[in-house]
C-alpha cells in the first residue's frame, strides 16, 4: 500500500485550513478517536473529497503531520556540523512544547497502528531521515567526522531520542537551549571521537 497523496483540486489556503483541523482533531481527541466523519465536519469537507484526495485517515494525518511541520530540515546548511546541528536544536527545539506530546501520542498510535506507521514512515521519517543523513554526509566530506565513525548509524537516534527522554524523566520540554547543549555534549562528541 502507498501512501501517495494525490494531486488535489484545492486551493493552497483551503489544504491548509484542512491540515490544520486534523491535527487540531488529532489533539483534542487523538488519533483513535478522530474519525474521517470529525475531520469533513470540521474542515467543511465532504467525506469522499477526503477519501478521494488520501486513502484514509493514516494517510490523511500523516500528509498534514508533514504540511504542518515546524521544522524544515532541508533548508540547514550552515558549512559546519556544529552550526547545522546548533540550527536542527533551535527548530526542533521551538516546537518541542506543543509538539513532544502530540508526537508522543501519535507515535503511540503508530505503535498500534500499522497502516499509520508506514504512512508516517513514508511521508515524513523516511524524508527526514534522509535530509539529516545528507548533513552528516556534507560534514564527512568536509573532513569532520570519519566515514566509518561508529556512532553514524545511531545518529538521528541520538538526535531525536532526547525530546521524548526529558519530558520522561525530567517533565520538562526539550527547548533550544538544552538541545544546543546535548548536541555540544553529546552528538558532536559521539561522531567525532569515534
Known amino acids: 500500500m502507498t501512501a501517495t497523496v494525490r494531486r488535489t483540486r484545492l486551493t493552497s489556503e483551503r489544504e491548509s485550513e484542512l491540515y490544520q483541523a486534523v491535527i487540531d482533531l488529532v489533539r483534542e481527541v487523538g488519533y483513535e478517536a478522530m474519525t474521517m466523519d470529525a475531520v469533513a465536519a470540521r474542515s467543511r469537507s465532504s467525506k469522499a473529497t ?4 488520501w486513502q484514509g485517515k493514516p494517510q490523511l494525518v500523516a500528509a498534514a503531520m508533514r504540511h504542518t511541520a515546524f521544522v524544515t530540515l532541508g533548508e540547514i546548511d550552515t558549512g559546519t556540523l556544529r552550526g547545522d546541528l546548533h540550527e536542527v536544536a533551535r527548530q526542533v527545539g521551538t516546537g518541542a512544547e506543543k509538539d513532544t506530546v502530540f508526537l508522543s501520542a501519535i507515535g503511540h498510535a503508530a505503535h498500534l497502528h500499522a497502516d499509520l ?7 515524513l521519517i523516511d524524508p527526514e531521515r534522509e535530509v539529516l543523513y545528507a548533513l552528516l554526509q ?3 566530506d568536509r573532513g569532520e567526522v570519519r566515514a566509518d565513525a561508529a556512532a553514524a548509524e545511531f545518529f538521528v537516534h541520538m538526535l531525536f531520542g532526547s525530546l521524548p527522554a526529558r519530558k520522561m524523566l525530567d517533565d520538562r520540554f526539550a527547548d533550544p537551549e538544552y538541545l544546543i547543549r546535548y548536541v555540544d555534549a553529546v552528538v ?7
Open 50 to 53: 477526503l477519501y478521494r484526495q
Open 117 to 123: 506507521a508506514a504512512a508516517l514512515r513514508e511521508m
Open 138 to 140: 556534507r560534514a564527512v
Open 188 to 194: 558532536l562528541p559521539a561522531l567525532q571521537h569515534s
